[in-house]
Structure formats: C-alpha cells, structure tokens
DNA sequence: TCTGGGGTCCTAGGACCC
DNA sequence: TCTGGGGTCCTAGGACCC
C-alpha cells in the first residue's frame, strides 16, 4: 500500500503559518513577477479566484474585499516543506519526496486494518508537530492513492482516505472526473471526453489494447494502476537531474541586443552555478527569446538555438561565453518579453572527458567559478559577476508583495514578548 | 498596461553501425 | 524486373507533472 501525502494549498497555508491571524480569510500567493495565481485559500476559491489566473484580471473579484495578497517566497515554502518530510520520515521506511508540496510513503509494513488509524494519526500530529495541514491518501496504488488524495479533500472534509479494497474504490471512482486522474491532461481529457470517456471508471472499462494506442504506454501503466496493479515504484532516492535551466520574464518588452545580452549572460550564470551545486557538466546549452504569446495583435517571434559546448563544462566563462555566441545567431531586433539558457546532456563532473584537440585551461577557470560562489555565499548572489551581465538590477522580478524570509533570514524572525 | 518557472518521459524519424 | 535484417544513438516535438 502507498500513501499520498500533500500540503492543502501549500503556499497559502505557509503564509498563513506565520500570520495566524489569516485563518478564514481570503488569501492568494502569486508566480514570480506577480504574474499570475498559484495558490488559494478555500475562501478565495469559494468567490471564484481561479488557480493560473493573471493577477491583473483577479483585482475586480478582490476588490473591496478583505483579500491577501502574496508575492512567492520560495525560501519559506522549501524551509516549511523540508520540516514536513523530516517528520513524515518517521512513518514509513521509505519515503519519496515527490515535489514542494507532496510525498509518497511506502505502507508494506503496517497491516490493511491500521491504515485508517495510521493516516488519522499522520495527519493530526503533523498539524501538532509543524503546523502544517495536510490530506493523505492511501490505496494499492501511487495512481489510486492520488485518487483517495484528491477525493478526501472533496468528500470526506477530514482530510484522509483509505480505499483498501475494492468496494471503496468503486464507490468513488465513477465519481472522479477524467481530467484529474494522475497522468492525464488537458490534451488526453479533452481526447478521452470526445470518447466519451468521463472519469476514471469509464477509463478503466475500456479494453487494455484501445488504452495502448490512444494515450501510449505511460497511458496503459496508469490504466493497469487504476485496476490495482502498481507499475510505479516509491523511488527513494533522488537521480541526477537530466537537464538545468533558467528561464524569465521581463518586467517589460526589450528589443536591444545590449539589454538582452545582459538577461542571457545573468541566466546562463545561474544556470552555470545551479550545475556547479548538483556536481554536474553540461554538454549542450539551448538559448531562446520569446516575444509575449499571449498578444494576438503583436509580432510573434520565437527563436532558439542549442549549441554544443567545446567540452563538457559547468564553469560560469564557458557557459557565459556559449549562450552569448548563440544569442548572436538567434537575435534580430523585435519586442521580447522572454529568455532563456537551457543546459542539457548533463554528465558527472568527475567525469568530464577532455578535449584533444583544446589546451585544457579547465583548471583556471574552475577555480574562478570557485572563488565566485564562495565570495557570492558569503556576501549574497551576485556580488562577484559577469561584467556581460551588466551594471543596473534592470532583470529583479516584481515582487510588490513579498512576505518576510521568517525561518531562513536573521532579520525577519519572529519576536515574542 | 498587466499573463510563471522548472522539470520528466515517450515517440517518430533520421542518421548511423555491422 | 527483382536489392536484407537487426540494431544504436540523437533530436524535435508533444504529452505530462508540480
């Protein structure tokens, strides 16, 4: 048996963890820029704050309402989310930390008649233990426990499901539409709608072979889970990451090669860095602009170029140096509002085979990537940077809205008298 | 006026190998 | 007239996830 363990709207809940005079009240966090709307509260959901809704179009429905409104704090949310798994380890023997907010447990050792107990006691203690709150689902399954997840949060109003057999599961699963099963989208549901297909019972009646070829084998795995059979694994420890990337947008439209130059040269140093943390090189480096798709009336324009580094690199000269050559290639002047540095072909970097044909200076320009982040960690990111990157902090998001760093940052922790 | 960012996996097709 | 069979690797594009 799997459980599935999630925050219920995390990054509201971790706003609200420290303004506890919040609860019950209408509040939503936005996307980096304060572009659009991530996370909810159930007031805010209940007067129809729809979840990716730009914020601009989400002002008429707040005003003159007692709504808050948050920025991403993205230290505070990892902070919050490490505390949950470090208790949530105590549970099980293996633990998948799945994403920010979510996480698999592998159950195998309890018995089918604790699990109603156990996922009452996960959930009361970690709300003692960390404050946080949060829903658990548990099945035969890492699908059907999804399922139990979402289905708790809709139904049971306690905040935890067990469907340990299969009448429970079928009591539930003609009532779960299509489109919230776990591996189907927005371009599968709408493919399966046509089909007549509406949730996830009619999904699992269909014939195994008509799952195979209209949604390929991930499609089937999910078809097979849904009938209890587990083709996914609790994977407990994580992989090498295959790719690392940087990708923003602006505060506004830039057109001049200087100013993007300087966006790309800012990105590919993160990027070099992000590889630098994970003990990773990069074979291939992907630069891309993109002009505001959301604009019909406008000029579209997305250009895109991947390169091939001299030699499997991660060091902030070579990256930087790279993406610039292929800014060079893609560049004409129009209006973008996007860009991005892509690394991908990511290998060990105790593994890096070197150039024949190429002095190898790798050594020197090592030690300088050193220096950087050692100088950056102490003194705050980027004190020491590229010159390519520029003098203005013209590339800042928008943040009008941002909370205080209250358990990663001296100056913003909590006094109490 | 204003619309996020960072990932994974699968498939088809092309280029190559013996 | 008639031209094999069995592989690998890479990439782009499309689907998905949070």
Redesign the pocket.
Known sequence: MFALV?INNCYVSCQRLFRPELEGKIIVVL???D??V?SRSEEAKAIGVKM?A???MTRELLKDKEAYVFSSNYPLYADMSARLMNQLAVYTPVLEV?????AFLQMSHLKVSELQGEAEKIVREIKEKTGIPITVGIAKTKTLA?LANRMAKKKTGNHHLVLDNDEKINEVIYDFPIED?????????KKLYDAGVRNAGQLREKPEIWVQQNL???GLRLWKELWGQPCFAVKEFM?R?????????F???FSDKTSLSEAIALYAA?VAY?LRKDKSAAL?LTIFLRT?K??QDHDQNYPSV?L?LPSPSNNTIDITKTALLGLDTIYTKRNY??A?V?AT?LIPENEIQSNLFEPSDAFKKNTVSSVIDFVNARYGRGMIRMAAEGYEKKWS?KQEFLSPCYTTRWSDILKSR
Not at 181 to 189: E, K, S
Not at 241 to 249: A, E
């Open positions: 999630d996307s980096n820029n572009g659009c991530i990716a730009p914020e601009f799945y994403s920010i907010d979510e999804k099963v776990w591996g189907i989208g927005r371009q599968y549901g390929t084998i991930q992989e990451r295959k790719g690392v990337s940087c990708t923003r947008s505060k506004t439209y993160t992000k291939n505001n959301h604009r991947t091939r509002v996007k991005g892509i072909g998001m």
